[in-house]
């Protein structure tokens, strides 16, 4: 509610369902654009019986260096983590495929993982980050907020993608295989989210996911607003 993102993962797998139910009910795969502002993202949707299943692809991941081990633990603090909490041989590092997230990898301590810091979007910015990640690398469980601490994902998209892209990057997994992304279990509401990066060099990263429709609305708007705009001009 407080800004605008240049990309946003669940909202455009959600559209594009809704969009497949609306406007092409009648087909079982559909192809669609979705034009933002800097980029354009490729979503395929499928339905599978009551349900829908989305996969977009994120285009390529944007690696920053990793993080400087002298600001790990102003870092973590922020997080209510400590340097024990992180899985041996990974660093903290900016991934983005649209939306820079830190991917902090840890290897325990994941419930405990909340932010602490009252100006933690200033300490993020100050690396190149938007928001942060915590990942659980054996279980390939994340946690993400606001960075306010108010308001925790069930499931994120633009988060999803980077992390399995990190992965990857460090030898974790192999490119071109499924990797299932886990969140949302501490809001019981657990959620999967299936990435798959392509080549080593991550050129693209593509995230899918099931659709439940639980909703519906109507919007009604006063005949005046309604009227046609005048055509813009050619010349």
Same mark, same amino acid.
């Given at each position: 509610?407080?800004?605008?993102?240049?990309? *946003?993962?669940?909202?455009?797998?959600?559209? $594009?369902?809704?969009? @497949?139910?609306? @406007?092409?009910?009648?087909? =079982?795969?559909?192809?669609?654009?979705?034009?933002?502002?800097?980029?354009?993202?490729?979503? #395929?949707?499928?339905?599978?019986?009551?349900?829908?299943? *989305?996969?977009?692809?994120?285009?390529?991941?944007?690696?920053?260096?990793? #993080?400087?081990?002298?600001?790990?633990?102003?870092?973590?603090?922020?997080?209510?983590?400590?340097?024990? =909490? +992180?899985?041996?041989? +990974?660093?903290?590092?900016?991934?983005?495929?649209?939306?820079?997230?830190?991917?902090?990898?840890?290897?325990?301590?994941?419930?405990?993982?909340?932010?602490? $810091?009252?100006?933690?979007?200033?300490?993020? $910015?100050?690396?190149?980050?938007?928001?942060?990640? #915590?990942?659980?690398?054996?279980?390939?469980?994340?946690?993400?907020?606001?960075?306010?601490?108010?308001?925790?994902?069930?499931?994120?998209?633009?988060?999803?993608?980077?992390?399995?892209?990190?992965?990857?990057? @460090?030898?974790?997994?192999?490119?071109?295989?499924?990797?299932?992304? @886990?969140?949302?279990?501490?809001? =019981?509401?657990?959620?999967?989210?299936?990435?798959?990066?392509?080549?080593?060099? $991550?050129?693209?990263?593509?995230?899918?996911?099931?659709?439940?429709?639980?909703?519906?609305?109507?919007?009604?708007?006063? =005949?005046?607003?309604?009227?046609?705009?005048?055509? *813009?001009?050619?010349?």
């Amino acid at each position: 509610m407080e800004e605008e993102l240049g990309f *946003a993962g669940h909202p455009i797998i959600g559209a $594009a369902c809704v969009l @497949h139910a609306e @406007h092409y009910a009648t087909e =079982d795969v559909v192809y669609l654009q979705f034009l933002l502002p800097e980029k354009t993202v490729q979503v #395929i949707s499928q339905r599978k019986g009551s349900s829908y299943q *989305a996969e977009m692809d994120q285009g390529q991941a944007c690696f920053q260096d990793p #993080i400087d081990k002298e600001a790990h633990g102003e870092l973590l603090s922020a997080l209510n983590l400590s340097p024990d =909490d +992180l899985m041996e041989g +990974l660093p903290l590092q900016v991934v983005s495929t649209g939306l820079p997230y830190l991917i902090v990898p840890v290897k325990t301590n994941l419930a405990n993982a909340r932010i602490v $810091a009252r100006d933690f979007e200033r300490l993020l $910015a100050r690396f190149g980050a938007r928001f942060a990640y #915590i990942l659980d690398v054996p279980s390939l469980e994340g946690r993400t907020w606001d960075n306010d601490g108010r308001v925790e994902d069930i499931a994120t998209g633009s988060a999803a993608g980077p992390a399995g892209a990190f992965i990857v990057a @460090h030898k974790l997994a192999q490119p071109d295989s499924p990797l299932v992304i @886990h969140q949302g279990r501490f809001l =019981d509401r657990s959620s999967e989210l299936t990435v798959v990066v392509c080549g080593e060099s $991550a050129s693209s990263v593509r995230v899918s996911g099931e659709v439940q429709f639980i909703g519906s609305g109507h919007l009604n708007v006063p =005949d005046s607003y309604l009227q046609p705009m005048e055509s *813009a001009s050619t010349e």
